[in-house]
């Protein structure tokens, strides 16, 4: 995204400033929510941030940025994404930030997006999506885990379901941050999986993925699509046959999970509510909630067969095609999970224009 001072971009972001003495420039970002960053000096073409105040933390917001003259106004070129750093207040940033920068050549991570109600649905997977549950005394142990780092932790539970690979949790912070919660239960998990089959290092995959929830409606969205995670996996035909899901302390006995929360969004007397929501985490639907996709990417190899079987011989014969027919094999490649357009402009040697207006 390229914006000049005085222009306004998409979801209000905008830019403004004045150039001022020695090649510098007084440049001002408005990213659209109400919040103005400082005036800050850039020179032409280094990387610098912007920083604002909010009450006892400063935002960071970093950015590779190139800054040039051009036709009286100065350019500001946003390389990546809006980043948000806390910091503790009275430090100098750039102290902090430039060897950052220098030292690792890239950014901070996003910072983990605040839940104004304080429910999260997380997923943590085995790092190289390796099995993280062997056998059922895995399993138990890490329900054991969940029920004691639940009262240490303070944090109220809704909803679980345990896959081989990887596990899906609706919490509430409490007293302890949603981060520092699931920190603590796999640090003791892998703890106990490393002692028990002789290995050491990691067992999780990066860090966690999470998603607010933020209204009552999405809530029980988001329970039903945790409770009907074995049956999309093809494990399970129906909801309740799943042994490692919560599903089951809401229909017979609680263990470790808050239930009323839930079931009260159905009926105050308690059978009734059950009845209810056994009929809604049955039905069949279209949720689409947090779920961490696998990325396919072809080798132009592959991409070559698949040319083949659209009856092109020959990859490049198809800048020989008359447009029409040149368009339509275009629009079948772009189709295909894993294929790219550069790619098909390396492999048919086509321009990425032609391609993208196909």
């Not at 060897?99 to 304080?118: D, H, I, N, V």
């Not at 703890?191 to 999405?218: I, M, P």
């Amino acid at each position: 995204m390229t914006l000049g001072i005085g222009e306004t971009g998409p979801k209000g972001i905008s830019i403004s400033g004045t150039r001022g003495g020695n090649g510098k420039a007084d440049v001002r970002c408005n990213l659209g929510t109400g919040s103005k960053l400082q005036n800050m000096h850039f020179h032409n073409s280094l990387p610098r941030f912007f920083v604002s105040q909010e009450g006892k933390k400063l935002q960071i917001l970093l950015a590779y940025m190139n800054l040039y003259f051009h036709k009286s106004f100065y350019y500001c070129q946003f390389r990546q994404k809006m980043l948000i750093y806390r910091y503790q207040q009275g430090r100098q940033a750039n102290r902090f930030v430039l060897p950052c920068l220098r030292r690792r050549g890239t950014l901070a991570r996003m910072a983990r997006e605040k839940s104004s109600t304080g429910i999260y649905h997380v997923v943590f997977r085995g790092i190289n999506r390796q099995i993280i549950f062997e056998d059922n005394q895995d399993r138990a142990r890490f329900l054991d885990t969940l029920e004691e780092y639940k009262d240490i932790c303070e944090f109220i539970f809704y909803g679980y379901c345990l896959m081989d690979n990887h596990v899906h949790l609706l919490i509430k912070e409490t007293k302890e941050s949603v981060s520092g919660i699931i920190k603590r239960i796999c640090s003791s998990y892998v703890y106990w999986y490393n002692a028990k089959y002789k290995r050491c290092g990691h067992l999780f995959q990066e860090r966690f993925k999470s998603e607010t929830v933020e209204t009552d409606g999405y809530f029980l969205t988001v329970l039903r699509y945790i409770h009907q995670n074995p049956i999309r996996a093809g494990i399970e035909k129906n909801v309740g046959e799943y042994r490692w899901s919560s599903y089951g302390e809401y229909i017979t006995n609680s263990r470790i999970v808050d239930i009323d929360y839930a079931l009260n969004y159905f009926s105050t007397d308690r059978s009734e509510a059950i009845g209810l929501f056994i009929e809604f985490m049955n039905a069949d639907n279209r949720d689409e909630c947090l779920e961490d996709v696998v990325k396919v990417k072809l080798t132009d190899e592959e991409v070559k067969k698949h040319i083949k079987q659209l009856g092109i011989p020959n990859p490049t014969a198809i800048q020989q095609l008359d447009k029409a027919k040149r368009n339509d094999i275009l629009r079948k490649l772009k189709k295909v999970d894993g294929i790219t357009g550069v790619q098909i402009a390396r492999v048919t040697g086509l321009s990425t224009c032609i391609i993208s207006r196909a």
